[in-house]
């Protein structure tokens, strides 16, 4: 015979929050808990009275209408309801009704706020926000690899920096280094950082060219370097000095310097991350040697995920290794063809500008040179454009199968070549021709003239604002509202019924390419033309185009499917499979499927908003 009151613990066991309880606490809920039967159509709580009781839904659905009868929501199984009235002690805001015949738990409001004052994690969970809960599903248990990623950069510095002023002479910089054993000096002009000297500038910038030492300081210094403040993680420290090739980077507090962290300094905190293989991809003297350096970036991949860091933020890496890569390239190329023959620009597109990066990606990219170079630069250009996409592909970035490649002719031009194609573009009313063309509304140049690729940029977005809704942008956001999320009547999941993935969630086809597009239309419309999602979100809300809450559930959202799915792709690696984007709900925790379910429907409410806003 069975114990009906351990039934109720099993459910409890996978069932958010009640998960987070310990088994005694779990067992008192059970035995606080009573079962309730009611028919289809009957009310379960009125608006205007007070709620005393926690309902958990066991089987069947409600929906919850407001004063006007209008549809608010919809829950299901494992789900609770009049959460703000139990919480707050407010009037009940919407009418909850049966749709169906249900077996609903009900609990006390006295043995609800007894769990709630014995757990923190069970109280936390009730007061919690959507986009708290979005974000939570996929952090990582251990905390050991997420304080190493995420330990302020400040905390690196073990002395106050070394400073001198612009008209220093060049031997007394180097004395100052050799005298407080550094391998940099800080040039101020008063309280300003003006400019940083290493001893790799005394190398080649003296020394290698005959420079008289009696010269200031200043005519050998970079100008205006980059600067974090030292709050700033030791991720995004990482990632900034791989992607630009630099070796010292100064840190700042109330927009005062206080500190230098150099690579030895990263390098000594760890030596499995992406600045050693960054390094590593500087260093290779040939192709061959790139192509060995590359095969490591899977390893890397589940070292990222073993270490502790959220997974969500491992495509910002992955980029910026892609990003080395390229640049690598293109130096080979530039050696071997010889001098530029006028400024250019190499772009990357889609996941690659928005630096959303997996480990299976293809190439996106393309060249932008100025209007005036000379004759013959075409060809030197399509020279290039041959062995970077080549190396590109022996070194795991495979040929884009669409062509959109520097190699193609269409997407190597001249700065009015590609103008003339915004253009074109902007008065494009059918979403299949938009389709064709909306990933090159991700822009990124990730070499070369920036001022070329920042006139591209405004002509992007000069496609979206300024014009009202015209077709071009009217049809994008009727291509990003038509995406089917996959969620049922009851917001049960709507899984692939057949074939090798049956019973599975395309989870890029079906979550993150109709919120990335959905935000880059927003986007275009407000006329921002930053490529990356979060970025996008950030300025959007910036602009007052999102509200608070629209921008955290949209961040949110995107954080957790992207962690998903860089999840899925690290356990395929580990396996020695191909990486695919089909995710299996049953093999993620009850809670990530509760949060995945509220990503959807957040996708489907901003995709509802951008069908109001663009009426077909």
């Given at each position: 015979?069975?114990?009906?009151?351990?039934?109720?613990?099993k459910?409890?066991?996978?069932t958010?929050?009640?998960?987070?309880?310990?088994?005694?606490?779990r067992?008192r809920?059970a035995?606080?808990?009573e079962a309730?039967y009611?028919?289809?159509?009957?009310v379960?709580?009125?608006?205007?009275e007070?709620?005393?009781?926690?309902?958990?839904?066991r089987?069947?659905?409600?929906e919850?209408?407001?004063?006007?009868?209008?549809?608010?929501?919809?829950?299901?199984?494992?789900?609770s309801?009049?959460?703000?009235?139990?919480?707050?002690?407010?009037?009940?805001?919407?009418?909850i009704t049966?749709?169906?015949?249900?077996?609903?738990?009900t609990?006390?409001?006295n043995?609800?706020?007894?769990?709630?004052?014995?757990?923190?994690?069970?109280d936390?969970y009730?007061?919690r926000?959507?986009?708290?809960r979005?974000t939570?599903a996929v952090?990582?248990?251990s905390?050991?690899?997420q304080t190493?990623?995420?330990?302020?950069m400040?905390?690196?510095?073990?002395?106050?920096?070394?400073?001198v002023?612009?008209?220093t002479t060049i031997?007394?910089?180097a004395?100052?280094m050799?005298?407080?054993?550094?391998?940099?000096?800080?040039?101020?002009?008063?309280?300003r950082?003006?400019g940083?000297?290493?001893?790799?500038?005394l190398?080649?910038?003296v020394?290698?060219?005959?420079?008289d030492?009696?010269?200031?300081?200043s005519?050998?210094?970079?100008?205006?370097?980059?600067?974090?403040?030292?709050?700033?993680p030791?991720?995004?420290g990482?990632?900034a000095?791989?992607?630009?090739g630099?070796?010292h980077?100064?840190l700042t507090?109330?927009?005062?310097?206080?500190?230098m962290v150099?690579?030895?300094?990263?390098m000594?905190?760890?030596?499995?991350?992406?600045?050693?293989?960054?390094?590593q991809?500087?260093?290779?003297?040939?192709l061959e040697?790139?192509?060995?350096?590359?095969?490591?970036?899977?390893?890397?991949f589940?070292l990222l995920?073993?270490?502790?860091?959220?997974a969500?933020q491992v495509?910002?890496v992955?980029?910026?290794?892609?990003?080395?890569?390229?640049?690598?390239?293109?130096?080979f190329?530039?050696?071997?063809?010889?001098?530029?023959?006028?400024?250019f620009?190499?772009?990357?597109?889609?996941?690659?500008?928005?630096e959303?990066?997996?480990?299976?990606?293809?190439?996106?990219n393309?060249?932008?040179?100025?209007?005036?170079?000379p004759?013959?630069?075409?060809?030197?250009?399509a020279?290039?454009?041959?062995i970077?996409c080549?190396?590109?592909?022996a070194?795991?970035?495979?040929?884009?199968?669409?062509?959109i490649?520097a190699?193609t002719d269409?997407?190597r031009q001249?700065?009015?070549?590609?103008?003339?194609h915004?253009?074109d573009?902007?008065?494009?009313p059918?979403?299949?021709a938009?389709?064709?063309?909306?990933?090159?509304?991700?822009?990124?140049?990730?070499?070369?003239?920036?001022p070329?690729?920042?006139?591209?940029?405004?002509?992007?977005g000069e496609?979206g604002?300024?014009?009202?809704?015209g077709?071009f942008?009217?049809?994008?956001a009727r291509?990003?509202?038509?995406?089917?999320?996959?969620?049922?009547?009851f917001?049960?999941?709507?899984?692939?019924g057949?074939?090798?993935?049956?019973?599975?969630?395309?989870?890029k086809?079906?979550?993150?390419m109709?919120l990335?597009?959905l935000?880059?239309?927003?986007?275009?419309?407000?006329?921002?033309?930053?490529?990356?999602t979060q970025?996008r979100?950030?300025?959007?809300?910036?602009?007052?185009?999102?509200?608070?809450s629209?921008?955290?559930?949209?961040s949110?959202?995107?954080?957790?499917?992207?962690?998903?799915?860089?999840?899925l792709?690290a356990e395929q690696?580990?396996r020695?499979?191909?990486?695919?984007?089909?995710l299996?709900?049953s093999?993620?925790?009850?809670a990530?499927?509760?949060?995945?379910?509220?990503?959807?429907?957040v996708?489907?409410?901003?995709?509802?908003?951008?069908?109001?806003?663009?009426?077909?």
């Amino acid at each position: 015979m069975t114990n009906p009151l351990a039934d109720v613990e099993k459910f409890l066991e996978v069932t958010p929050p009640f998960d987070l309880l310990e088994p005694a606490l779990r067992r008192r809920a059970a035995a606080a808990i009573e079962a309730v039967y009611r028919r289809k159509g009957t009310v379960l709580l009125e608006i205007g009275e007070l709620n005393e009781t926690l309902y958990v839904i066991r089987r069947g659905a409600v929906e919850a209408h407001d004063r006007h009868g209008n549809f608010v929501d919809r829950y299901g199984e494992g789900e609770s309801f009049g959460l703000q009235s139990l919480l707050t002690g407010k009037p009940v805001r919407f009418r909850i009704t049966l749709i169906e015949d249900g077996l609903i738990w009900t609990m006390p409001r006295n043995a609800f706020d007894g769990l709630r004052a014995s757990s923190s994690e069970f109280d936390t969970y009730y007061i919690r926000s959507l986009e708290e809960r979005l974000t939570s599903a996929v952090q990582p248990r251990s905390s050991s690899g997420q304080t190493l990623f995420m330990t302020p950069m400040g905390e690196l510095v073990r002395s106050e920096p070394i400073v001198v002023a612009p008209d220093t002479t060049i031997a007394e910089a180097a004395r100052r280094m050799s005298q407080h054993g550094v391998s940099s000096l800080l040039v101020n002009e008063g309280e300003r950082l003006c400019g940083i000297v290493t001893d790799r500038d005394l190398r080649n910038r003296v020394l290698a060219m005959g420079r008289d030492p009696a010269e200031p300081v200043s005519a050998i210094m970079t100008a205006e370097p980059l600067m974090l403040d030292a709050s700033s993680p030791v991720l995004e420290g990482i990632l900034a000095m791989a992607g630009r090739g630099i070796h010292h980077l100064p840190l700042t507090r109330d927009r005062r310097v206080v500190g230098m962290v150099t690579t030895r300094d990263l390098m000594t905190l760890q030596t499995q991350h992406p600045l050693y293989l960054a390094a590593q991809i500087q260093k290779a003297g040939s192709l061959e040697r790139l192509v060995a350096v590359c095969r490591q970036v899977p390893r890397l991949f589940e070292l990222l995920l073993a270490s502790g860091m959220r997974a969500e933020q491992v495509p910002k890496v992955l980029t910026t290794i892609n990003d080395s890569v390229t640049r690598r390239l293109i130096g080979f190329a530039e050696q071997q063809l010889g001098p530029v023959p006028a400024p250019f620009a190499w772009l990357v597109f889609g996941s690659q500008a928005r630096e959303e990066q997996s480990i299976k990606t293809d190439q996106d990219n393309g060249l932008v040179y100025a209007d005036d170079a000379p004759p013959g630069a075409s060809a030197w250009f399509a020279a290039l454009a041959r062995i970077v996409c080549d190396g590109l592909d022996a070194c795991g970035y495979p040929y884009c199968p669409g062509k959109i490649m520097a190699t193609t002719d269409e997407w190597r031009q001249p700065l009015s070549g590609w103008l003339a194609h915004f253009r074109d573009w902007a008065g494009l009313p059918d979403p299949q021709a938009v389709l064709r063309v909306s990933i090159f509304f991700d822009l990124r140049a990730v070499h070369g003239d920036h001022p070329l690729a920042a006139q591209l940029a405004q002509a992007l977005g000069e496609c979206g604002s300024g014009r009202g809704k015209g077709p071009f942008i009217t049809a994008m956001a009727r291509q990003a509202a038509s995406y089917d999320v996959p969620l049922g009547f009851f917001r049960r999941f709507v899984l692939a019924g057949k074939g090798e993935h049956s019973d599975t969630l395309e989870i890029k086809a079906s979550g993150l390419m109709p919120l990335t597009d959905l935000v880059r239309v927003r986007a275009l419309e407000a006329g921002i033309t930053i490529p990356g999602t979060q970025a996008r979100i950030a300025r959007l809300l910036e602009a007052g185009r999102l509200s608070r809450s629209d921008a955290d559930r949209l961040s949110g959202a995107h954080r957790l499917l992207a962690g998903l799915r860089i999840r899925l792709h690290a356990e395929q690696v580990r396996r020695g499979e191909q990486p695919h984007n089909h995710l299996d709900p049953s093999a993620i925790s009850h809670a990530e499927r509760a949060a995945l379910r509220d990503a959807f429907l957040v996708i489907r409410e901003a995709q509802k908003g951008l069908g109001q806003d663009f009426p077909v």
